[in-house]
Nanobody
Framework: QVQLAESGGGLVQAGGSLRLSCAAS????????LGWYRQAHGKQREVVAR???????YYPDSVKGRFTISRDNAKNTVWLQMSSLKPEDTGVYYC??????????WGQGTQVTVSS
């Protein structure tokens, strides 16, 4: 059973930084894709960063240059470093582990609130 546990969310002022962590268990971590998604109140969940098993990263334009995803396979951990945060970055951030397009797992989410 795959389990993902996020941490590091909180309240920060606009322009500030936060680092989210996600620890995984129950999966061969090195061979899977990992990602961070967020869901603002009343909106659909959206991707903010992904990293492949080979280390290739993807960011949407909304966070490019401000967010950085990284992973340590030995520690079964993926991080999301967020800087220059904006109020529109507010939401619940979820860690995602993708084994195949039809098999993926989600963490419980961690709240990030950016005040103006």
């Amino acid at each position: 059973q795959v389990q993902l546990a996020e941490s590091g969310g909180g309240l920060v002022q606009a322009g500030g930084s936060l680092r989210l962590s996600c620890a995984a268990s129950g999966s061969s971590f090195a061979r899977v894709g990992l990602g961070w998604y967020r869901q603002a109140h009343g909106k659909q969940r959206e991707v903010v960063a992904r990293i492949s098993s080979g280390g290739i990263t993807y960011y949407p334009d909304s966070v490019k240059g401000r967010f950085t995803i990284s992973r340590d396979n030995a520690k079964n951990t993926v991080w999301l470093q967020m800087s220059s945060l904006k109020p529109e970055d507010t939401g619940v951030y979820y860690c995602n582990l993708l084994i195949t397009p039809g098999v993926q797992f989600w963490g419980q989410g961690t709240q990030v609130t950016v005040s103006s």
